[in-house]
């Protein structure tokens, strides 16, 4: 079936520092999410993006994330600065229309 | 606020057991709604979905599921499970309109004995 690839699978990083997270979504979806899941919990949605805008954003989506796709190619997810709350395995997901989403196997982000 | 609930955390069956898995969605208007599974370490893969229509939906590798409007119930069943089901299930739900995101449950650890 459709794929959906994150890279890389595994990101270590100092806590304060920069992390940019990326997904190369299905080729031809108009919609793109990002999840968080921490080790053994929920699923909790982030963010979703359609035609180059942020269209809803949940609580867990603080100020220091921001998402973009330049010229329609990566899907990314920024992290400026990091904390160490921010541990967790993000998955990116896209979709063709409304309900129907595609994971990728997901980053697992460390933060120390 | 659309919410889903799966009330059981852990499910052991042996297999060739039966299986259901329990999920209790809150949505004020009809909702779409959805069974993942999660294997280790790999990203969620829908079962199956449901929009409209007849209740019953059959889904991947011998999966249903049943919607009830008057339960606000949408239960995962498995007629004979085989180990290698052993896996997390998520159900979740989407509103018909607006932003298209997935609201998910807390998730089901299904263990299948052998």
């Known amino acids: 079936g459709p794929k959906v690839l994150q890279i890389p699978s595994h990101q270590i990083i100092d806590m304060g520092q920069m992390v940019t997270l990326n997904c190369d979504p299905v080729?031809?979806?108009?919609?793109f999410y990002w999840y968080k899941q921490i080790l053994g919990q929920q699923m909790e949605f982030l963010v979703n993006?359609?035609?180059?805008?942020?269209?809803?954003k949940s609580k867990l989506f603080k100020d220091q994330f921001s998402v973009e796709r330049p010229d329609g190619s990566y899907f990314t997810l920024k992290i400026q600065p990091t904390a160490l709350e921010d541990s967790a395995v993000y998955f990116c997901a896209s979709s063709l229309r409304q309900g129907t989403l595609y994971f990728g196997a997901g980053t697992r982000l460390s933060v120390l | 606020a659309q919410s889903v609930t799966q009330p059981d955390a852990r499910v052991t069956v042996s297999e060739g057991a039966s299986l259901q898995l329990r999920c209790k969605y809150s949505y004020s208007a009809t909702p779409y709604l959805f069974w993942y599974v999660q294997y280790p370490r790999q990203g969620l893969q829908m079962l199956l979905k449901?929009?409209?229509?007849?209740?019953v939906v059959q889904g991947v590798n011998g999966f249903e599921a049943e919607f009830s409007k008057s339960d606000s119930s949408f239960h995962l069943r498995k007629a004979s499970v085989h180990w290698s089901d052993s896996a997390v299930y998520f159900c979740?739900?989407?509103?018909?309109?607006?932003?298209?995101?997935?609201?998910f449950g807390e998730g089901t650890k299904l263990t299948v004995s052998s």
């Open positions: 993006f359609y035609n180059g805008k942020v269209m809803e």
């Open positions: 080729s031809n979806h108009l919609y």
């Open positions: 979740a739900v989407s509103s018909q309109g607006g932003s298209a995101k997935l609201i």
């Open positions: 449901y929009y409209s229509g007849d209740p």
